[in-house]
């Protein structure tokens, strides 16, 4: 999921720092200084998650956890994975810090997008079922969503990437249905010992 440095062209650079700072922005300003623990643990665990590397065929694959992000933290999400990506770009060269901007944006905008979707459905779930499913659909969705982008941001910096669009695409399969089932876990599992972390107000969808 991380794209490095000199492989997007400067249009694209550019267009994604923008849009990294406005919601970096934007997540800072409706985020409430109670909730900053909050933030720093789940930028923690994806920082902890996405080093991890596993083989699949022809690529190697990792956990994101943005879905999850995103259910939990709302826009915070933003800041939260800004800080995860920059400190992964600077100690251990995973994306870069030109691209950085790029990589915030299309992991970021999918868990944005899957708290409005799915956000309300599993806090108010009441069966575990449900909150599983609810948990399985963001956590799959924003697997979906950041590889669409990441696929928009290649192909808008060349067409020669389109074959590796295509493996992108396979290798990511399994990475879908493996978050969406570790997220669905982790919900059920909230919404039994930590309810409040869902159901707290959350400042974005003010």
Same mark, same amino acid.
């Given at each position: 999921?991380?794209?490095?440095?000199?492989?997007?062209?400067?249009?694209?650079?550019?267009?994604?720092?923008?849009?990294?700072?406005?919601?970096?922005?934007?997540?800072?300003?409706?985020?409430?200084? !109670?909730?900053?623990?909050?933030?720093?643990?789940?930028?923690?665990?994806?920082?902890?998650?996405?080093?991890?590397?596993?083989?699949?065929?022809?690529?190697?694959?990792?956990?994101?956890?943005?879905?999850?992000?995103?259910?939990?933290?709302?826009?915070?999400?933003?800041?939260?994975?800004?800080?995860? %990506?920059?400190?992964?770009?600077?100690?251990?060269?995973?994306?870069?810090?030109?691209?950085?901007?790029?990589?915030?944006?299309?992991?970021?905008?999918?868990?944005?997008?899957? @708290?409005?979707?799915?956000?309300?459905?599993?806090?108010?779930?009441?069966? !575990?079922?449900?909150?599983? %499913?609810?948990?399985?659909?963001?956590?799959?969705?924003?697997?979906? @969503?950041?590889?669409?982008?990441?696929? %928009?941001?290649? @192909?808008?910096?060349?067409?020669?990437?389109?074959?590796?669009?295509?493996?992108?695409? %396979?290798?990511?399969?399994?990475?879908?249905? *493996?978050?969406?089932?570790?997220?669905?876990?982790?919900?059920? @599992?909230?919404?039994?010992?930590?309810? !409040?972390?869902?159901?707290?107000? *959350?400042?974005?969808?003010?």
């Amino acid at each position: 999921m991380h794209i490095a440095d000199g492989v997007l062209s400067a249009p694209v650079l550019i267009t994604g720092i923008a849009l990294s700072i406005a919601g970096v922005g934007y997540g800072l300003q409706r985020l409430d200084y !109670e909730r900053i623990p909050q933030v720093a643990v789940l930028s923690s665990a994806f920082f902890v998650a996405s080093l991890i590397h596993l083989p699949i065929g022809f690529s190697n694959i990792h956990l994101i956890l943005n879905g999850l992000l995103g259910l939990i933290l709302g826009w915070a999400a933003f800041p939260a994975l800004a800080i995860a %990506l920059f400190l992964q770009a600077i100690l251990f060269g995973f994306g870069g810090i030109s691209s950085l901007g790029v990589n915030v944006f299309n992991m970021a905008l999918p868990a944005i997008l899957c @708290f409005y979707l799915c956000h309300h459905a599993a806090r108010r779930a009441q069966h !575990e079922s449900l909150q599983f %499913l609810y948990g399985f659909l963001a956590g799959s969705l924003a697997i979906i @969503f950041s590889t669409c982008l990441i696929a %928009l941001s290649l @192909f808008l910096s060349g067409e020669g990437f389109i074959r590796l669009i295509q493996l992108m695409f %396979l290798a990511h399969i399994p990475v879908m249905i *493996v978050e969406g089932i570790i997220t669905g876990f982790i919900i059920v @599992f909230l919404q039994q010992v930590r309810p !409040e972390l869902l159901a707290a107000p *959350v400042p974005s969808c003010d």
